[in-house]
């Protein structure tokens, strides 16, 4: 399984990003799929998981202004991010997990916000 996210870029605050993650390879054996970032000097953090049936859930940080979702016949995930802060500034990251608990990484894509 591979994931390939794509999307970021440099946005002002309050801005909208929409990020995308394409998986490819074994897609049947993929479970749950999320959203993490992780700002310099930071630890990796959860954004949004969303399962195989497009249940999502939020961080705190975000709830009301990012809204994931899952495309299973595109095989891609999306993150929706609107009225972006300079905070939201991170490389993010999709994260695949399989039916049998193999963790899957894409290579992150940078986004930016400028105030």
């Known amino acids: 399984v591979q994931l390939q996210a794509s999307g970021g870029g440099l946005v002002q605050a309050v801005g909208s990003l929409r990020l995308s993650c394409a998986v490819f390879?074994?897609?049947?054996?993929?479970?749950?799929m999320a959203w993490y970032r992780q700002a310099p000097g930071k630890q990796r953090e959860l954004v949004a998981p969303?399962?195989?049936?497009?249940?999502?859930n939020y961080a705190d940080s975000v709830k009301g202004r990012f809204a994931a979702s899952r495309d299973n016949a595109r095989n891609t995930v999306y993150l929706q991010m609107n009225s972006l802060k300079p905070e939201d500034a991170a490389v993010y990251y999709c994260n695949a997990e399989s039916y049998t608990g193999s963790l899957y990484w894409g290579q992150g894509t940078l986004v930016t916000v400028s105030s």
């Open positions: 969303i399962t195989s049936g497009g249940n999502t």
């Open positions: 390879g074994s897609i049947f054996s993929i479970n749950t």
